[in-house]
């Protein structure tokens, strides 16, 4: 007798997979990147993979059954309907943000973006667009970084390189410095029924150069909607990026992302990882360092209200001397809401004089808002220095009562309070502007 549920889950995948099959590549220029062999490798593994379940250990605080129920719509193309208003990023000075690459349900959208009309001073040579318009002289080291996925490990990764048409690529060439931030807006648009958009970025930062990226989900409409988005990130030796991920869609999307970044020697990678929105939202963040010397610095927060399920699943793997990293991720949660964070940091016997850090830190604003959380440190090199540790707190009646005394009423000093709280994190932003604008955002939450 065949398990009901078990085919359940196998159909969900083999539809989604049969519909990725139908994408055409952008513009067909898919084989200067052999991205056919790629999609047939992990269609082949989608196929024989299984999705995941609460007793598979790396989901078993994320049930993903509900989103079996649904029979999601993979668009073919992009389609030109989408006014964007205010929800590219709702900041005072836009011009904070002049170079913008914009997607709709995975697929370049150029009449959206500003990019290539930004008329800036002493703009440095650099390449921000899609994937068929790279120049040439950037080809093979895009192929590189999209050959990484031939051997697959994870069914939503798998999933979306079984779908790749298109992606989101920054190119910066050795020594070359950004100062302007680069936005990537990835916007998921329902059009008649449920949509599932698969949005790819690939970003490389040659040896000695510097840039800033926005990483920002969200959505339009109010239908059901899968995101599922997959993010690869090369950090050349003696190169920085600052990286904010941003994820604001709305409370009728399940968000799942994956963060693949490697560091090369000397490297610098910071990642400010911002989780607002989402019915269900995961966020795997996994960071290789491939030198020696690499520093990486991982913050995050995430906030949940209502009935949100928010998942952050982070890891560090040093495999070098001399590393160092430091990790801080806030959760805010309220009503019936859950977060849950596991941040894992290997380091290997040849990753001597490691320096590791590590903190979660978590406030519950109602009685049946839940967190669990598990930093996790995994050593086998004999002279390091690491540590972690969690907590989780509520707000203090002590603090409420005091701000009250000051004239304040409860809701006010409640949310000084949390403002407080995220302020940590948010105040490290690289612009001030999104960080106001987030801090707004967390306020209207709570």
């Known amino acids: 007798m065949i398990n009901t549920q078990v085919a359940s889950r196998e159909m969900f995948l083999a539809d989604l997979v049969n519909q990725c099959s139908k994408l055409e590549v ?17 269609t082949e593994y989608v ?14 605080f994320t049930d993903l059954s ?10 073919q193309s992009y389609q030109s309907t989408v006014k964007l ?17 914009v997607f709709v349900n995975g697929f370049y959208a150029p009449d959206l973006s500003t990019v290539e009309s930004a008329v800036l001073p002493n703009l440095p040579d650099f390449y921000a667009g899609n994937l068929s318009n790279v120049p040439e ?21 798998a999933l979306n390189t079984a779908g790749l048409a298109d992606s989101a690529v920054v190119f910066v060439p050795a020594n070359v410095s950004v100062e302007m931030p680069i936005h990537l807006l990835f916007l998921t648009a329902p059009g008649a029924s449920a949509t599932m958009c698969q949005p790819h970025c690939s970003i490389i930062a040659e040896a000695g150069s510097k840039v800033t990226l926005i990483e920002d989900y969200t959505t339009i409409g109010n239908l059901p909607a899968f995101t599922n988005a997959v993010t690869d990130v090369f950090v050349g030796e003696n190169a920085t990026v600052n990286h904010v991920r941003l994820q604001r869609e ?14 090369s020697r000397n490297s610098s990678y910071t990642c400010h990882a911002i989780s607002l929105g989402g019915k269900i939202s995961r966020h795997n963040l996994e960071v290789f360092q491939r030198g020696e010397g690499t520093e990486t610095i991982l913050n995050g927060l995430t906030v949940a209200f209502g009935e949100q399920l928010a998942d952050t699943h982070s890891l560090i793997d040093f495999n070098h001397p001399h590393g160092t990293s430091k990790q801080l991720h806030k959760c805010i949660v309220g009503n019936k809401a859950r977060a849950v964070f596991n941040g894992k940091v290997f380091v290997r016997k040849a990753a001597q004089l490691t320096d590791a850090g590590q903190l979660s830190r978590n406030l519950l604003l109602s009685p049946r808002a839940r967190v669990d959380t598990k930093p996790q440190l995994e050593i086998v090199a004999d002279n390091v220095k690491c540590s972690h540790g969690a907590t989780v707190s509520q ?3 002590d603090e409420l009562f005091y701000l ?17 709280f995220a302020a940590e994190i948010l105040n490290m932003l690289p612009i001030i502007g999104v960080a106001k604008m987030l801090s707004t955002c967390v306020a209207v939450q709570e």
């Open 85 to 101: 208003a205010d929800i590219i990023m709702p900041v005072k000075n836009r011009d904070d943000l002049p170079l913008r690459l």
């Open 404 to 420: 009250q005394s000051r004239g304040l009423d409860l809701e006010r000093s409640r949310y000084l309070l949390i403002d407080a």
């Open 66 to 75: 509900s989103v079996l129920q649904v029979p999601f719509h993979v668009p």
């Open 250 to 263: 709305t409370l009728n999307v399940v968000h799942i992302g994956k963060s693949a970044i490697e560091q």
């Open 47 to 60: 196929l024989a993979a299984s999705f995941p379940t609460v007793k598979d250990e790396e989901w078993r």
């Open 137 to 157: 002289k950037y080809r093979s080291r895009i192929t590189d970084v999209l050959s990484k996925h031939s051997q697959q490990t994870e069914v939503f990764t």
């Open 26 to 42: 952008a513009n067909g220029k898919g084989s200067a990147y052999g991205l056919q062999d790629l999609r047939d490798a992990a």
């Open 395 to 397: 707000l203090e009646d």
